[in-house]
């Protein structure tokens, strides 16, 4: 008698609807504007939309620890509260205004929360010491081997802290109608506990969950969505001449062989822990930026634009001061908003199994040329790299990307045939889409 072995789905769970072909923006209310506050961010949600963003992640919202506080005014990763609203930022008012107004124009939006550890003065710290980790001498201890020491670490293996903090996670969707997290070090927190607060969440309504993680077991029980950090340290070696473009290569296989595939990956080339700690975009990638821009919008993942991209992002802002974004308008700005509204448009660039999944179309200059086909049956896309600084010639083998196409990006008509040579100027691009 045989024994029948069935396929067993990996993701336990189902990502909402409106996820399938959104992008992400990420706001930094402190610095987002003049005032820094979420009245501020409200007045400017219409232009997020018009951008091309769908879901909207609004650093951390509660109040910050006093005790050994980083600068002036502190991480917000330093949670003195998880039941209050910093009072730089507003009021519950301004954060239910906020949501309500990003609802009214079909805009999603989630905060970031801080599971793994707490301020030194969190009210907690007091009444339940026994929910933090302690080092070799019995005493609260920072995360190891990081300089937070603004922080201190809980620890899971207590059962009351995870209904103390799975009940904070929910009366924010509750009383505020928020529709997920972005979760931060989220590996740092036991994944069981990630399939609790989940489960309890989408009792009340279907959530989006984002770790700052790259791991796939995270997708299993509660996230939707990962860091694709390997992707843009990838990409930020090959920019520097530090990696090749073979990297990239392994990157994509990886993703596809190795991860579900219904977990989206986030890829981008800012946020803000990138900003503050690694630089600018124009610092790292320099010329290379839209190259890079045209993969995270239209290769396999979810594109992130970290607030202040879209206006070129032209310093590094503190991160424990206040520093408001420079606001201006940008080629960059315009760049994203075109790319979004394709990627939005066509299903074969859609996210996670919404989309389809990237096939490599081989070509003769493999060194610095990445090309590749996204299909389905309504559309096809054939998309070509240049990560070099130097203007590169290429033609392609194989039969996949034969056919008449529009330059998605010029409205230029081309026939590829097999004898096609392109040139491509220095980190140059080419976006095709199929004549149906």
């Not at 789905?9 to 909402?16: D, G, H, I, N, Q």
């Not at 951008?51 to 910050?64: T, Y």
């Not at 202040?308 to 420079?326: H, N, T, W, Y």
Request: hydrophobic share 40%.
């Amino acid at each position: 008698m045989s024994v029948k072995y069935p396929v067993e789905e990996m993701v336990k769970f189902k990502s909402p609807d409106w996820t399938k072909n959104a992008s992400i923006y990420q706001v930094n209310t402190r610095q987002y504007s003049a005032k820094g506050d979420f009245a501020s961010v409200t007045l400017d949600l219409a232009r997020i939309k018009r951008l091309g963003c769908d879901i909207v992640w609004i650093m951390p919202i509660h109040e910050i620890g006093l005790k050994n506080r980083k600068g002036k005014l502190g991480s917000p990763y330093a949670v003195k509260d998880y039941y209050s609203i910093n009072p730089e930022f507003g009021t519950e008012s301004d954060l239910k205004a906020l949501v309500a107004t990003a609802h009214s124009l079909d805009l999603k939006v989630i905060l970031d929360w801080v599971p793994n550890h707490s301020a030194w003065d969190n009210p907690i710290v007091e009444s339940h010491p026994d929910w933090y980790a302690k080092d070799h001498k019995g005493d609260f201890r920072p995360s190891p081997w990081w300089d937070w020491d603004d922080i201190i670490e809980f620890d899971y293996d207590q059962v009351d802290l995870r209904e103390y903090m799975i009940n904070a996670l929910c009366y924010w969707v509750r009383e505020f109608d928020i529709d997920g997290y972005r979760c931060d070090v989220a590996g740092y927190v036991p994944n069981d506990f990630w399939k609790q607060a989940r489960q309890a969440l989408d009792r009340i309504k279907p959530v989006f969950m984002l770790a700052e993680w790259e791991n796939r077991d995270l997708h299993m029980y509660a996230f939707d969505m990962s860091y694709a950090w390997s992707w843009n340290e990838t990409l930020f070696a090959i920019v520097k001449g530090d990696a090749c473009l073979d990297k990239l290569r392994k990157y994509y296989s990886w993703n596809e062989r190795a991860w579900p595939k219904k977990a989206f990956r986030m890829t981008f080339i800012s946020n803000h822990d990138e900003n503050a700690w690694e630089g600018t975009p124009n610092e790292k990638f320099g010329n290379a930026q839209k190259v890079c821009i045209v993969l995270s919008c239209l290769g396999e993942g979810m594109p992130l634009i970290h607030n202040g991209q879209e206006a070129g992002e032209s310093k590094r802002l503190a991160f424990f001061e206040r520093d408001p974004i420079e606001w201006q308008p940008h080629e960059i700005g315009d760049f994203y908003q075109r790319l979004l509204t394709i990627k939005k448009a066509h299903s074969a660039l859609w996210n996670g199994e919404y989309g389809a999944t990237m096939i490599q179309v081989p070509n003769s200059n493999q060194s610095n040329i990445f090309s590749f086909i996204r299909q389905d049956t309504h559309s096809k896309w054939f998309i070509v790299l240049n990560f070099n600084a130097q203007e590169q010639a290429v033609d392609f083998g194989e039969s996949l990307f034969l056919g008449e196409y529009e330059d998605a990006l010029t409205n230029e008509s081309i026939h590829l045939e097999s004898s096609t040579i392109l040139n491509l100027a220095s980190w140059g691009y080419k976006v095709f889409k199929a004549k149906r």
